[in-house]
Structures are given as C-alpha cells and as structure tokens.
C-alpha cells in the first residue's frame, strides 16, 4: 500500500475510534443521568370538604341500612374511597335478609312516661301512674336492651305502601342477618292538666337547635329536656345510628280533646297555640315519627255506636288532622277494635266508615304473642304490646322477647326490696 493510501486509512480509523468513545460516554453518561433521577411516584389528590362529606353522608345511610341511597349517592363518582365503598355496600345488601310476613312485626307501645316517679306514683288523681307508666330511667334501660338484643326500629310507612290504585301494599323491610324490626309507639299524647300536675311532661317545643323536647313544671318554671318518648329515642338514636332503619323512630298516636302535644287548640281563637302545635308536628315528621290518631276523646271503640264513631272522628278532622295532616294509621285506645280476630268485611260498618275517613293501617292491644298481623290490599293491622309499670313489676311473659325485666324495672322508686 502506498504511503499516502495508508495516511487516509489511519485516519479514517482514528475518526471512527474517536466517534465511537464519544458515543460511549454520551451513553455512560445518560444512563447515570437516568439513573440519579428520583423515581416517579403516584401521588393521592386529597379529598375536597364536598367529596368527605359525600362519604360521611352515604356512609350514614349504610348504617342504617338505607345501601340503595348510599350507592346512589356515590354512582358515577370518581374520588378516592368511592369504588371500594359500592363494594361493600352492594355485598352488605346482598347479604340482607327480607321481612317480608305481615304477622312477624313486633310492637311495643307505652304511655307517656313518667320523670318524677317520687311525685306521680303518690298522685292521689285519677289515674294510676304506677301501674300503667314507666318511668324515663326505665325507658331508657329498655331501649339498651332492645338494641342489645339487635332490635331495628321501623315506621309503619316502611312496610307497607300505598299504590297508585289505591290499595295497599305490603313491602316489609331488609336488615342484616340477625337484626329483628320492632315498632314503637306512645300511646295518648296529649300531655293534660292532671299529667302535668302528676310531673309527667306538659309540652313538646321545638328549641333553639331545632330538635323536639318535652317540658315539665317546676314550680313556676317549665323546663325544657329529655324527659319523654320523643328526646330520648331522638338522643339515642343519634348515638346508636344502626338502632333505626333509615331513620325510623316510632308512631306518636295523638288526641284532641285535651290538646295536641300539650297546646289548647280547640278555642277558634288560639292561633298562636295551633302554629306552635303544627311546627313540632313539622319537625316530627321531618325527623323520622310517624303520627298517629287516639281518636278525639279518646273513645273505646268496642263500646261506640257508629254515630260515636262517627262524631268522634269529624271532631279529631277538625282539630287534630288539621295539624298534625292527614294519616292513615289509627291506635285504637284502651284495648278496643272495630272487630274480632277475624277479617274485616263489607258488614262492618266502622271499618267502612273509618275507611272513608282515610284510616287503612289499624293497631290493637294483645300480648298473647310476640307479633301478629293481617294484611289484605286494603288494610293493614297490626298487633301492640303495652309495656306498663304493671307489666314490669309483674314480669309479665309477655315481655320477655325484649328485655330482661329485672334490668329494666326501678325497684326502688316501685317499693320492691
């Protein structure tokens, strides 16, 4: 090879060398670049107030047992939390149990209850406070042991509904396995001169945080509290959110001849008694009670006439409907009905009349069994409890399902050793 020939080649071997380390190091010096980059990492996006308290909300209403409303409320939403919760409360209600039989809802009703024990059972009134009332302490041990032993309140509104045609439906409720529904209710709350006298409450008021309380005298005072159904069960239900099945807390039955809720509203005149009735009605309603007719008087409707009934129910129209609004669900008093075990039919003149009236959800006394009640597509009724001082100092059978009486009666205020 020439000399000159071999110059190019030497150089051209030179260049390509040359190239080449310089590609090398570009490329050492790339992957260190690459490797002392810090790793990528997925970062959450914190929620915002609105999306916490979507969650807080749907997650209220799982517990109490309401898992359609709490999906609905979360459906199509993307934020952290949403996905595993569809999750749980689509499980959670596929494992509901359906209570579906007419005859398996149980029913606890009480007068209203007694805060100065001390004061109504030495009562020399008409009425025996002792034997037909509990106490607030012993209600208060009830409602323990009704929601230890797995006890879920339920409206009568739950279970069954009106169609479109007009007849009933019975559409009972779901509940985990092991809950069991329960309807409560108060019987004649109309809160009378001599109640309040005896220190039962004499009012219902809505206070200043816009929850229903009871009100009792002392001496030239009247004292706004928990000292009835309505406070105690609120407050109960408050801490106990899963005692309640989408916010159901009981039946208020309702009279008129001595008041409504503790207020005079028979007098044409007394306006400003009748608002202030129909604003606890309001808030009543709003917050999960369902109400209820006692009748006017009240009457024993085993013992009526049809003109009775008749008269008795145009006053309660008058005075009470126009208050508290229309409702389907009448507590027949003292015991009484409008027939026997049997059905009702197109020979019973109450029940037709009653009908007419608007009433279609029926409640009578019997504590012969745990639960009972008949279903037809134009009526509901249902079968009560009463749980009365007399019932606990006895230890009545019939209380057994709901609690242990020893735990809940106050012997001492009852003059038991």
Not at 115 to 130: C, H, I
Not at 397 to 417: H, N, Q, W
């Amino acid at each position: 090879m020439k000399k000159r020939q071999k110059v190019v080649v030497y150089g051209l071997i030179l260049a390509i060398l040359l190239a080449t380390g310089i590609s090398i190091k570009m490329g050492l010096s790339n992957r260190s670049e690459e490797q002392s980059e810090p790793p990528v990492q997925n970062t959450v996006s914190p929620l915002t107030e609105k999306e916490e308290e979507q969650l807080k909300q749907a997650d209220s209403l799982a517990m109490q047992y309401d898992y359609d409303g709490a999906i609905k409320l979360l459906q199509g939403q993307d934020f952290t939390g949403v996905e595993e919760r569809l999750l749980d409360y689509k499980l959670r209600k596929n494992e509901t149990i359906m209570w579906s039989d007419p005859a398996l809802f149980s029913h606890l009703s009480m007068q209203p209850l007694v805060p100065l024990p001390e004061k109504a059972f030495s009562s020399t009134g008409t009425v025996d406070y002792q034997g037909n009332h509990v106490t607030t302490d012993e209600f208060e041990r009830l409602l323990n042991e009704l929601y230890e032993r797995n006890y879920v309140l339920v409206r009568l509104s739950d279970i069954v509904k009106k169609t479109n045609d007009g007849t009933w439906q019975f559409v009972g409720v779901a509940l985990p396995e092991g809950k069991k529904p329960l309807i409560l209710s108060q019987e004649n709350v109309s809160y009378n001169e001599e109640n309040s006298e005896a220190g039962l409450s004499s009012k219902l008021v809505v206070d200043k945080d816009n929850r229903v309380k009871s009100c009792y005298r002392a001496g030239e005072n009247e004292l706004a509290g928990n000292y009835d159904m309505v406070p105690l069960v609120d407050q109960f239900v408050w801490k106990h959110p899963d005692f309640s099945y989408r916010g159901s807390k009981g039946a208020l039955a309702v009279t008129g001849a001595d008041g409504v809720f503790g207020y005079k509203v028979s007098a044409k005149k007394n306006t400003k008694e009748k608002q202030r009735a129909k604003a606890v009605a309001d808030r009543l309603k709003e917050t999960g009670w369902t109400l209820a007719s006692y009748s006017w008087a009240p009457i024993n409707f085993d013992h009526s006439s049809l003109a009775m009934i008749q008269a008795d129910t145009i006053k309660y129209q008058e005075e009470v409907e126009s208050i508290i609004g229309e409702t389907p669900l009448l507590l027949f008093p003292a015991g009484s009905d409008i027939g026997t075990w049997q059905p009702y039919n197109e020979y019973n003149q109450a029940y037709l009349y009653l009908k007419d009236a608007g009433f279609s959800v029926f409640s009578q006394q019997n504590a012969t069994q745990e639960s009972w009640g008949e279903f037809t597509p134009e009526y509901y009724r249902n079968s009560r409890i009463m749980v009365t001082g007399t019932a606990l100092e006895n230890g009545h059978s019939s209380l057994t399902p709901f609690m242990d009486v020893a735990d809940v009666i106050d012997k001492e205020v009852r003059g038991f050793p």
